[in-house]
């Protein structure tokens, strides 16, 4: 059964006049902001220490939720109303709101056609049918039980252990006689009717984490919770194999982890279908979409157009929230709980870095900038500590350091957040550089970023900074060694995109840009060599492959065959032998790798022609006749003109084959604009 083959349906019955909540944000009310406009050179962020862990400075509100379990959308300084809202204290009076009637305590806020919609039969009758559809494939008890387990990877931010495990305990404590097996239609109709009917009703008032909780769990279940559980199980299959015991406990037809995964991204995405029908959008809908996203990356290392529009739409809905102005609730009638805080600041946080990524990854501008967010770090405790209030808290906040850092030597998911989103803020001046007008480049900025990069990365704690090449056999030794491959392979992205831009005479530093490539794939073969005992997080390799693997190895091919054909004045020297060793590790590295979508295997497949065809030219043929010194081009910038936007081509076609034969590899650009296939 396939939940989104009903979606389809379902969707082509909806009115042409409903626009889609999710991702253009046209439904709900006003925020009440204030404030200066222009951004500022740098991003404004609050002290994250133990003293000032909720102090913000910021100029725009958050307001509470309305009665569809919704914030209001944000409005900022330039906003159409912002005039009136600006000018409330010297009139006296606020009048762009005066006149506006006030939305009754139980209605959702909508439009006409909004209501409309809801009020029709023949619709409530198919989000009925999706409903059980998707209540059909939620996994049995046994199975969620395997899975939470199972220690997740690190760097997913959305698995935050202890909730995902209250919200799977207050299902099957409310909903076990629905959700038992077999499962009765009947049942499923009932659960499913219940929890749309929670879609519609106003979040309960919360003070405490616990109730903040319960506010999506139990009896006031809702889709983007469900959506949440489903997406975290298909991450957890992951991290097995597909001979683990546990996917065969519910009798998944055969479905090896892949496609019991995909199944599982599938039914999150229809629960964030209704979540949209119902014109629900809150920190909980963005905790789903981020969910799918990841899984999604696990699956296809994020080569894809869908995971491309994916993260537009989590953008869009992050800043129509207001959270790009910190997590905190300001203007609301109490404040967040603590936990409600950090998962905000995690979720703006993650989605800052992985806009970095995408950005990297195509060589297109980034949708979210440091110039127009107030960000708070998330505070550096674990998630278990994330769960505590009152004195218990505040004795786990006077253990961090005067930095913000917990000084022991623990690495949890909110460290990792946390680093990887200070060495994002530098990327996201990296790009500026790379992607912006050349008339604004300079090379004085481009060392002054250069410093930077290294003076931050170099501040980070020293648990985090990468110092092995080999998993240790001691403690929480894969996440450990995860999250230092991950910060300093991006740093040297950094670094390398950084020496890919001309000094001030107009050249590129060869020298460190070859080795700062040969520190990259040895640092993404060392996966590769590790690979049995990081097995659950063989999924985020897929994605380091194309991220950081392919331009490493593109100028590391580049700088061998060059060497080659022009040993006697090549400008310095290194060992070929080595080179080839990685180079060639690197292609039994692209050859493991399986794919859910076509574009990415087509990645992969095409990188690894190309290494192996420069490879074979280097070991099969004697060096070329040698040039006169005069005629070596010793700076060819042209050379380095390594686009991974453009090498996404087909890998077995004859025009392919007749392109990859054709190429003179001496001169740049050597991968050209092949296909048009990745471009939308």
């Known amino acids: 059964m396939q939940p989104y083959k009903i979606a389809k349906s379902y969707q082509l019955q909806r009115s042409s006049a409903t626009t889609t909540n999710i991702r253009s944000i046209s439904r709900r009310a006003e925020i009440r902001g204030n404030g200066s406009g222009g951004g500022a050179q740098e991003p404004q962020r609050s002290s994250s220490t133990p003293s000032n862990l909720r102090s913000i400075s910021r100029q725009a509100e958050i307001c509470a939720y ?88 690190i760097a997913d931010v959305e698995l935050h252990g202890p909730s995902i495990n209250y919200f799977h305990a207050s299902i099957w404590s409310t909903y076990e006689k629905y959700l038992c097996e077999p499962r009765d239609p009947e049942l499923l109709a009932i659960m499913a009717a219940r929890v749309l009917r929670n879609q519609h009703m106003p979040l309960s008032t919360f003070r405490s984490t616990r109730e903040w909780l319960n506010c999506f769990a139990g009896e006031q279940l809702r889709w983007e919770t469900l959506g949440i559980l489903f997406a975290v199980s298909g991450v957890s299959a992951m991290i097995y194999t597909d001979w683990d015991p546990p996917l065969a406990l519910n009798g998944n037809n055969g479905l090896d982890r892949r496609q019991y995964a995909q199944r599982m991204i599938e039914c999150a995405e229809q629960c964030l279908v209704l979540c949209d029908d119902c014109g629900v959008v ?30 537009a739409s989590l953008i869009s809905v992050i800043t129509a929230l207001g959270l790009h102005r910190g997590a905190d609730g300001v203007g609301s009638s109490t404040p967040l709980p603590f936990l409600a805080s950090e998962l905000r600041k995690r979720l703006l946080s993650a989605a800052f870095c992985e806009d970095k990524h995408i950005a990297t990854f195509t060589g297109r501008p980034p949708l979210l900038s440091r110039r127009y967010i107030v960000y708070e770090l998330p505070i550096d405790l674990s998630d278990e500590q994330l769960m505590l209030e009152g004195d218990e808290l505040s004795q786990a906040l006077d253990q961090l350091g005067p930095d913000g850092w917990n000084p022991n030597e623990e690495v949890s998911t909110a460290t990792y957040i946390r680093a990887a989103m200070v060495m994002s803020i530098i990327r996201d001046e990296v790009l500026e550089l790379s992607l912006g007008p050349p008339s604004e480049y300079s090379a004085s900025r481009r060392d002054e ?54 000094d001030a005479n107009g050249h590129q530093n060869r020298e460190e840009l070859f080795f700062t490539a040969k520190q990259m794939l040895d640092r993404i073969n060392a996966y590769s060599t590790n690979r049995d005992r990081l097995s659950g997080y ?100 042209e050379l380095f003109n390594f686009d991974l936007s453009t090498a996404m081509g087909p890998s077995e076609d004859p025009e392919f084959m007749e392109w990859l034969n054709s190429v003179d590899w001496t001169r740049g650009p050597w991968m050209d604009s092949y296909s048009e296939d990745m471009r939308f």
């Not at 240790?472 to 831009?501: A, D, H, I, Y």
């Not at 080595?578 to 180079?583: A, Y």
């Not at 006749?625 to 010793?634: N, R, T």
Request: aromatic share 10%.
């Open 66 to 153: 309305d009665s569809g379990g919704s914030p209001a959308e944000f409005l900022g300084p330039t906003s159409y109303s912002s005039v009136f809202r600006d000018n409330k204290a010297n009139v006296g009076e606020d009048y762009w709101n005066s006149d506006q009637d006030e939305p009754k305590a139980m209605e959702p806020v909508a439009s006409k056609d909004d209501y409309d919609h809801q009020q029709s039969a023949q619709n409530a009758a198919e989000r009925l049918r999706l409903g059980i559809e998707i209540l059909k494939h939620f996994p049995e008890r046994r199975l969620c039980e395997r899975f939470n387990s199972r220690q997740c990877p």
């Open 282 to 311: 809150n920190e909980f809908v963005i905790w789903l979409m981020h969910s799918i996203q990841s899984l999604q990356l696990m699956l296809s290392g994020g080569a894809n157009r869908e995971f491309w529009r994916n993260n």
């Open 449 to 502: 970023v250069k410093r930077r990069s290294e003076e931050t990365y170099t501040r980070l704690p020293a648990k985090l900074h990468c110092c092995r090449k080999e998993v240790p056999s001691f403690g929480n030794s894969c996440s450990l060694f995860v999250t230092q491959m991950n910060l300093s392979l991006g740093f040297l992205l950094n670094k390398l995109l950084l020496e890919r831009l001309p």
């Open 538 to 637: 063989w999924g985020g390799f897929v994605w380091a492959i194309g991220h950081f693997g392919i331009p490493s190895a593109g100028v590391l091919s580049i700088e061998l065959l060059k060497q080659f054909k022009y040993p006697n004045q090549y400008p310095f020297s290194f060992s070929r032998s080595e080179v080839i060793q990685s180079l060639s590790i690197f292609v039994g590295c692209l050859s493991s790798i399986q794919s859910s979508t076509e574009e990415h295997h087509k990645l992969c497949v095409r990188m690894r022609k190309v290494i192996q065809r420069i490879l074979d030219q280097i070991l099969e043929q004697r060096p070329a006749a040698q040039l006169a010194p005069e005629s070596i081009p010793i700076v060819d910038p």
